[in-house]
């Protein structure tokens, strides 16, 4: 952790630039220095993975490529489409701005004329986060989509009042947490199975954290989908983009549909070949799996001063039981803030690779202080105070 220098300028009716009035200036200045705690860059940011600054080589690389006019004659456009095809085991793949623009063209591709409907997880980004581009959901489900789930949820029949189902969507990760590769090809073998099949769309912004995690790899994950969406700058740390990858017929149409969505692009290199080095120097060099064990210790920290956690630590995300703690989102983030540290006012912290030590020290000290408040209170209301004995045994 650094320290910055805050000046107060001195209160003054006048100020000449006279070697003395400069003089007596910096010595009022010098007398009203505060020093702070400070973080450069993303190191304290907990508020997503999507946070981190790009890195020398990211913004470096668009200087030493080609930098044609459109996405279809662009060499390091198409170099990466190639590569991210390779990499998945799809046959085709297409480079978009955003996750959404991703998850919505891939939807839009896939769907026909309606009726249709999509059965998705209740908790999915492209219901929740996307602006109600897609509205039909499922009920509740527990930790991940099972193959009974979507059986369960499924319109299949094609009466005149009926939405049939014709696009099931997942998500991996999904608040962290991992959708296991065997329910994956359970949902795909049901969906392909259908007369007509239905589509099986991946949103996976984060699969590299599944795939890290060790949970599958990634043409394991994505050969049992129809689609899948990847974002390279959520855990890689790209200034922007993400992919489509797919069937050669699906990537076709996808294209006509990032026109209509606005998509078009010109200079597509500034955008492809940083979205490379993120691949390469993130996800190939295994720099998530450090992120992963970050989190598990933040995680065990916060539970080893008695707090509780919402959901299992699975990759990067660590979620709070604030409601547990007695704790509001305000409260919480107000005293990160007085830390230095950056949270999202909820109880979720999202670890990236950019994450410092110090910075993980310095949100251990939030924990003792809203863990240490609610132990004391407990304390004063004659409750065995095992939570204050666990803080004063972390230092």
């Known amino acids: 952790m650094a320290t910055v220098e805050v000046l107060t300028a001195p209160a003054s009716p006048s100020f000449s630039l ?29 508020r997503s993975d999507f946070v981190t600054v790009p890195t020398a080589e990211m913004l470096n690389a668009p200087q030493i490529l080609s930098l044609a006019d459109n996405w279809e004659e662009d060499p390091t456009s198409t170099e990466l489409q190639n590569y991210m095809s390779q990499l998945t085991g799809q046959p085709a793949a297409l480079l978009v701005l955003s996750g959404t623009a991703a998850n919505q063209i891939s939807l839009r591709t896939a769907l026909g004329a309606p009726p249709h409907s999509v059965l998705v997880d209740h908790r999915s980004h492209i219901v929740t986060m996307e602006a109600g581009a897609v509205s039909s959901i499922t009920g509740t489900n527990g930790h991940h989509l099972t193959v009974i789930d979507v059986q369960n949820n499924a319109t299949l029949t094609t009466a005149d009042y009926d939405c049939p189902t014709r696009l099931i969507c997942l998500e991996n990760t999904l608040n962290g947490t991992i959708l296991p590769l065997s329910d994956v090809k359970a949902i795909s073998a049901w969906a392909r199975s259908q007369n007509p099949p239905i589509h099986l769309h991946l949103d996976g912004a984060r699969l590299w ?30 200034p922007l983009g993400s992919v ?15 026109r209509l969505f606005g998509g078009g692009m010109r200079q597509s290199a500034i955008i492809a070949a940083p979205a490379r080095v993120a691949v390469e120097e993130t996800f190939m060099k295994g720099r998530l799996t450090e992120t992963h064990e970050k989190a598990r210790r933040i995680g065990e920290a916060w539970e080893s001063l008695g707090g509780q956690l919402v959901h299992p630590t699975e990759t990067n995300m ?49 924990f003792k202080r809203v863990l240490g408040k609610r132990g004391q209170a407990r304390s004063n209301g004659h409750v065995t105070n095992g939570v204050k004995r666990k803080i004063d045994a972390l230092g």
């Open 318 to 366: 660590v979620w709070l039981n604030l409601d547990e703690a007695n704790l509001s989102k305000e409260e919480f983030w107000k005293i990160a803030a007085d830390e230095g540290i950056k949270v999202m006012m909820k109880g979720r912290l999202v670890i990236h690779y950019q994450i410092s030590e110090a910075a993980i020290q310095q949100l251990i000290l939030v």
């Open 209 to 238: 954290q599944a795939v890290a995690a060790g949970a599958g790899s990634l043409q394991d994950y994505c050969q049992a989908f129809d689609s899948v969406a990847l974002c390279f700058a959520k855990g890689l740390g790209a």
């Open 18 to 46: 006279d070697q003395e009035n400069l003089q007596s200036s910096n010595s009022h200045i010098e007398s009203s220095i505060k020093t702070i705690p400070r973080f450069s860059g993303a190191e304290n940011d907990f």
């Open 244 to 258: 489509i990858v797919g069937s050669q017929a699906f990537i076709k149409r996808a294209r006509l549909m990032r």
